[in-house]
């Protein structure tokens, strides 16, 4: 993870998942949309693999990228 505040966004989140905050489906929600607008992170190769890697951290359900708004 290349991309110093995602890093501390990803933190903050998972602190929130611990404390029942923050549901883990939706943080790995707010990564994305971090990455969406982020150009450091969308050009981080290591990124996807990092991101799979929380994923089973918090335990969310896979998400496939889909636009409900
Ligand atoms: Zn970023």
Known sequence: M?????????RDWYQKVKED????AR??????RHIEH???????PDLPEEL???R????APE??????E
């Open 56 to 59: 089973e951290f918090i335990r």
């Open 2 to 10: 290349q991309c110093k505040r995602l890093r501390s966004l990803a």
């Open 63 to 68: 998400i496939s990228p889909s636009k409900e």
């Open 21 to 24: 905050a923050l549901a883990p």
């Open 52 to 54: 799979e890697k929380i």
């Open 27 to 32: 943080m790995m929600e707010l990564i994305y």
């Open 38 to 44: 982020c150009p450091v992170c969308k050009v981080d």
